[in-house]
């Protein structure tokens, strides 16, 4: 009967006019199944109790609460005075007043927090394993009703969500089971969620995983517990999971601020935001810049940040309670062994409040054995080093105006990067390596020959110092594994040669040798297949080859073209003047193809086959 205290006037009746076996007739009030109906109805209740603060209305169920009995009985004569002005009525008998408990909406509200719908919750328990997409999509629906209660949801749910995309066809495995026993399981347990309170200290606890994105709104009680006000999670998408660890840590920051944002955002008690990813302390602290060698992402990310009042908190992961909503879809990986295999064994602390962060202590390196490398040794090199010890001064006292030193100007060009922490040289968040350990960290880098593209990117990543490029070319490219994996350059493809039309108009020309202790010149003409050798064993320089050629060529007349190999007789300056003195083409075969210059190659097998048998 609520929808019909509202009077319709007399424009909007034709609209609702129906069809009977007595005639047309239309409704003169509001009435159930016009589609507009609900949003009408919600409007005018919302514009009626408008202003009231602990009163919460959804259609004709209205909630009006108060912490004391006076307050409420004052917040209910105003509520039925409004309603009563409006010329809408109650019905006495679906009213209850001065309850501690009620269910609303789904929910049963006390004064100690929110907490399920036990009748709703057993619907959950007793459904059965879906069969098809539509009853998958059905008891999805159905839970995701109650998801704030339920830690990491979106990962115990991916998959489930699997199988509701497009083209997948309908295979119930056990990991499915898996997952739908699993949601049930939390669905029924007894988790309460406590009432926000804006005068406490809230905590905003986030974290990432391979799979999604986890966070946790809380509170600190009187007695000074948290206690959970609600649970938020959601999977990666494709690109997101491309993401670095750092991004992905990142991106769970934002995720979480954003979806809690009517809770956090104008706040004059700074809350409190708790990451397990330590770098992120630097990056994100309210107190500190955005560093200029972050990626664009983080950047764009603190901007967005700046916006709260905050204080960020490093939290080891088997501290960290987010830390099961962004894996809890993950098998045989616990938080505990995660934060041991990142060695990290700090208490957690506010960005405001601690030490600068040691950003040199979370250079790893991946390696069986021994470490190549300690923090104890790259702080007693940077000690070492008169150059870094230089900018570390300059960095401590500041820049003077103009430097004059050539070793020092690299240094001075990035000077807003460089920062001197716990004895060690940084620029942004990449050491910058002393000269007495450069070689040494580069050949581990390259230990496992990766090539120049792969190893740069790995140096590059964690060190800086000035030439890292050109030191590792040189590094990789006099490197003997190097040289033998790497691939003979692609053969160049074989064309004939064309027939020349006169004796002596092209020449072929090649070494024969060292063969008994002798090394001979073989020139062959393509034409008439001619063939003279020439005894050169004293010498193969250019000048010797001339030499014979000008004896060649005084019998039979200068070639218009001489093909030969890279050898570096043919190649050098001298040979190459020879030629144009003369006006002769002078063609070399493709590296590591010797069978373009075919004609003297044939003659040469012939020449060494004659000398071995004779």
């Keep these: ?116 719908d036990p009748e709703k919750v057993k619907a959950i328990a007793d459904a059965p394993i879906p069969s098809d997409v539509n009853t998958l999509q059905s008891f999805l629906g159905l839970v995701n009703y109650y998801r704030n209660f339920v830690a990491g949801a979106s990962c115990i749910l991916s998959p489930l969500y699997d199988l509701l995309k497009k083209g997948v066809k309908w295979n119930w495995s056990t990991s499915h089971q898996q997952a739908f026993d699993k949601i049930k399981k939390c669905l029924t347990s007894d988790q309460v969620l406590t009432h926000f309170n804006s005068n406490a200290k809230i905590v905003l606890i986030v974290d990432a995983s391979p799979c999604g994105l986890g966070a946790i709104l809380s509170q600190i009680d009187n007695e000074g517990l948290e206690r959970p006000v609600a649970f938020a999670s959601r999977t990666l998408n494709a690109a997101e999971k491309n993401y670095s660890q750092i991004q992905k840590e990142a991106t769970a920051i934002i995720f979480g601020i954003r979806r809690f944002h009517q809770y956090l955002y104008g706040r004059s008690d700074p809350f409190i935001l708790r990451t397990d990813h330590k770098p992120l302390i630097s990056i994100f602290g309210p107190h500190k810049g955005i560093p200029e060698v972050s990626a664009n992402r983080l950047q764009r990310y603190a901007m967005f940040l700046s916006a709260y009042n905050y204080t960020i908190e490093y939290v080891r992961s088997a501290d960290n309670n987010a830390d099961f909503l962004s894996r809890a879809s993950l098998q045989g990986e616990s938080p505990r062994a995660r934060a041991e295999s990142e060695g990290d064994n700090i208490g957690a602390h506010t960005a405001a409040a601690a030490a600068p962060i040691d950003r040199a202590s979370y250079v790893n390196f991946v390696v069986e054995g021994d470490m190549p490398l300690t923090l104890n040794e790259l702080r007693k090199a940077t000690k070492e080093d008169a150059v870094l010890q230089l900018v570390v001064n300059y960095v401590q006292n500041g820049w003077p105006k103009k430097i004059v030193d050539s070793q020092l100007k690299p240094y001075h060009l990035c000077k807003t990067q460089l920062s001197y922490e716990d004895g060690c040289l940084m620029r942004g968040h990449k050491v910058i390596l002393p000269e007495s350990l450069r070689s040494k960290v580069l050949l581990e880098l390259h230990s496992s020959h990766l090539g120049i593209v792969k190893t740069k990117s790995e140096a590059r990543s964690r060190f800086w110092f000035t030439g890292i490029d050109a030191m590792l070319e040189k590094m990789i490219h006099s490197c003997e594994i190097c040289k033998q994996l790497r691939p003979s350059p692609p053969r160049a493809p074989l064309a004939p040669w064309e027939f020349p039309h006169t004796p002596f108009h092209r020449l072929h020309v090649d070494f024969l040798g060292p063969l008994n202790n002798q090394t001979f010149l073989v020139v062959v003409d393509a034409h008439t297949k001619w063939l003279e050798v020439y005894d050169v064993s004293t010498s193969t320089t250019s000048a010797t080859v001339i030499e014979k050629l000008y004896d060649f060529m005084s019998k039979y007349g200068l070639p218009h073209t001489i093909v030969s190999d890279n050898g570096t007789a043919f190649t050098s300056a001298e040979f190459t003047k020879f030629c144009l003195l003369n006006g002769i083409a002078h063609i070399t075969s493709p590296p590591y193809n010797p069978a373009s210059n075919g004609q003297a190659e044939s003659f040469v097998k012939i020449v060494k086959k004659g000398i071995k048998s004779s």
């Design 1 to 116: 009967m609520a929808y019909n205290q509202f009077l319709l006037d007399e424009e909007s009746q034709p609209v609702t006019c129906i069809n009977t076996h007595r005639g047309l007739f239309n409704y003169t009030r509001l009435v159930f199944g016009l589609s507009s109906a609900q949003s009408i109805f919600q409007r005018a209740m919302e514009t009626t109790l408008s202003g009231l603060d602990g009163v919460l209305c959804l259609l004709d169920d209205i909630l009006v609460t108060d912490q004391t009995p006076g307050g409420h009985l004052k917040k209910l004569n105003i509520v039925l005075q409004r309603l009563q002005d409006a010329g809408l009525t109650v019905q006495k008998d679906k009213c209850d007043f001065f309850k501690n408990e009620v269910k609303y909406l789904g929910y049963i509200i006390t004064k100690n927090g929110l907490q399920k």
